[in-house]
């Protein structure tokens, strides 16, 4: 929801410097053109940097809890005697997922 924000905010201030290099470029300042493509250039950097930015722990399937952590807190449970192979994923806010392999007394 955030990147379709940015994309409809960058989409408005484009169209804004287009209009707005259309009416100077009508006036007799030729170089409104290039300055009005250099400004959407921005934008579109700028919103596509924000959105890569924001993703790229989940792009990358990036961990989200320390395993020394979470180790460590299962071995605090009775009768866990190791705890290994951990990893943790989540989307932000919305849920995480812990995935762990522990040895318990049969």
């Known amino acids: 929801m ?12 484009g169209a804004t410097a287009v209009l707005v290099s259309f009416g100077a470029v009508a006036l007799g300042f030729p170089r409104a053109d ?31 809890l320390d395993p020394h952590a979470v180790r460590r807190v299962a071995l605090q449970v009775s009768d866990v005697r190791g705890a290994h192979k ?13 995935c762990t392999f522990m040895s318990i007394p049969a």
């Open 34 to 64: 290039m300055i009005a493509a250099v400004i959407v250039a921005f934008l579109i950097g700028h919103t596509a940097w924000n959105v890569l930015r924001s993703n790229v722990g989940v792009l990358a399937d990036s961990a989200r």
């Open 2 to 13: 955030a990147a379709d924000a940015g994309h409809t905010l960058s989409d408005t201030l």
């Open 86 to 98: 951990i990893r943790s994923r989540a989307r932000p806010i919305t849920c995480m997922s812990i």
